[in-house]
């Protein structure tokens, strides 16, 4: 059974990947992580949330969701 990803899945793990970018760029503190936390907590939410109103498994649904956002499959042409 194939997992089926919401783009709003898609942006918030685009938008944690981001803020973890962001945060690991300079020296570590605490108020420079914090947004990349929020959003990986976020994310976090989501994906359970999603994996539970489809009945899919949780892991699967975030493997899934890494993979497509990730190393997305090349497009023809």
Do not use: C
């Not at 760029?25 to 994906?47: M, N």
């Amino acid at each position: 059974m194939a997992i089926e990803l919401t783009d709003e899945l898609i942006q918030l793990q685009r938008a944690a990947i981001e803020a973890q970018k962001t945060a690991t760029a300079g020296p570590y503190s605490a108020e420079a992580w914090r947004p990349w936390l929020e959003a990986a907590d976020q994310l976090q939410a989501a994906v359970t949330a999603h994996a539970k109103a489809t009945s899919q498994n949780r892991f699967d649904v975030e493997t899934a969701l890494k993979k497509a956002v990730l190393h997305p499959e090349p497009t023809a042409g």
